[in-house]
């Protein structure tokens, strides 16, 4: 069902029927949405431009830039899933970041950090010129988003440069501080918690401590070599109960709790590319080398 320049003339027996009614109880004159803070994926974005019969737009902007500096365009479908092209008051580049694989001068898919320049920036945080050093950088503004620019000259926002990134509610998440926090579980080695943009809630794989998990599956009627304790449902959900407990005694947000968990018997190493020499997670790989895992956990809570 194509629908770009004229909604009413892509399916009118639906429009009237069904989609109209949507459209009234939405006020009945609702010609465009527009979508900011968080990134929608481009099915909720096509599904709602058909069910509200109207333009659904997003738009890219942070406050040091005052708001807005991308949109897309109404009439272009092939805009969908992106943030549109730069407007006119914002110089936009890419710088490569080398350490996460992405590199603005790619002949086929430049990536990088998005960087602004223009009339419209702020001049720097009140009082803290440390941290204005640390993102205004020659005039341009480092704004820690990696971007990645479209054949037609959009943008689309597909990672964080910074271990902070937004849930789909719009919420920042710091994931080292949660990781920290985690940690203090006992019966933890280790811990890589991961969330994104389209996603409401985090998840996390978790390197157990064999001595300790075995002594509670032993007590627990779970029996079994190392690997077949760490794969039962009953193991699951009392690591899972662990971190929840734990986020509720540091008096964590609801959107910083853990809502799921894979159980890796295998210590997070270098064999693997996960870690560097200096025991520093190497966020994109695990993300690369658990991506089935990670689907697999956001699928099964949905």
Known sequence: MKRGYRHE?????????????????????????????????????????VVTCAHVLQGYGLTESCAGS?????????MIGTVGPPLPNVDVCLMSVPEMGYDALAATTPRGEVLLRGPSLFSGYYK????????????????????????????????????????????????????????????????????????????????????????????????????????NSKTNAYILGELTSIAKEKKLKGFEFVKAVHLDPLPF???????????KKKRAQFLKYYQNVVDGMYKSRR
């Open 128 to 231: 803290r010129q440390d941290l204005t050093k640390e993102v205004l950088l020659d005039g341009w503004f480092h704004t820690g988003d990696i971007g990645e620019w479209q054949p037609d000259g959009t943008m689309k926002i597909i990672d964080r440069k910074k271990n902070i990134f937004k849930l789909s509610q719009g919420e920042y998440v710091s994931v080292e501080n949660l990781e920290t926090i985690f940690s203090l579980v006992p019966v933890l080695d280790a811990i890589w918690i991961y969330g994104n943009s389209f996603e409401s809630f985090l998840v996390a794989v978790v390197n157990p401590n064999k001595e300790l998990l075995e002594k509670w599956a032993a007590e627990n009627g779970v029996a079994g070599e190392f690997c077949t304790i760490c794969e």
């Open 9 to 49: 003339e892509a399916a009118p027996r639906f429009d009237k029927i069904i989609f109209n009614k949507v459209k009234e109880g939405l006020g009945g004159k609702l010609r465009l949405i527009l979508s900011g803070a968080a990134p929608l994926s481009a099915s909720v974005e096509t599904f709602l431009r």
């Open 70 to 78: 991308f949109v897309a365009q109404p009439n272009e479908l092939s």
């Open 269 to 279: 190493d270098m064999d693997r590319d996960l870690i560097t020499p200096t025991f």
